[in-house]
């Protein structure tokens, strides 16, 4: 069992910055490829970043490549989503998530485990 708790959201202004963290435990971390997904009330739930286990490989959906940066720390059990240039349609709540293997993967489905996500709100 794989437990994910996400920290670091909050309000900010369009422009500004913030930090996501999630803190991982009950498996062995670096075997794990790690993802964060974002989703609106309403809507569904969508790609936004993720990161092989060894932190080799990364990839990032189009809305948010250049501005954000995911990164892990595999001595912490921590992966980051760094979040720069911030709009208001970055406003959702924040997931992340952990597979099972190593490789990263753009897909949902392939992620065993979630965390309970957090709220980034982005004012204009």
């Known amino acids: 069992q794989v437990q994910l708790v996400e920290s670091g959201g909050g309000l900010v202004q369009a422009g500004g910055s913030l930090r996501l963290s999630c803190a991982a435990s009950?498996?062995?971390?670096?075997?794990?490829?790690m993802g964060w997904f974002r989703q609106v009330l309403g809507k569904e739930r969508e790609f936004v970043a993720t990161?092989?286990?060894?932190?080799?490989?990364?990839n990032y959906a189009d809305s948010v490549k250049g501005r954000f940066t995911i990164c892990r720390d595999n001595a912490k059990n921590t992966v980051y989503l760094q979040m720069n240039s911030l709009k208001p349609e970055d406003t959702a709540v924040y997931y992340c998530?952990?597979?099972?293997?190593?490789?990263?993967?753009?897909?949902?489905?392939?992620?065993?485990?979630w965390g309970q996500g957090t709220q980034v709100t982005v004012s204009s």
């Open positions: 990161i092989s286990g060894s932190g080799g490989s990364t």
């Open positions: 998530a952990a597979r099972r293997r190593v490789f990263s993967t753009t897909l949902q489905s392939n992620y065993y485990y």
């Open positions: 009950g498996r062995t971390f670096s075997s794990s490829a």
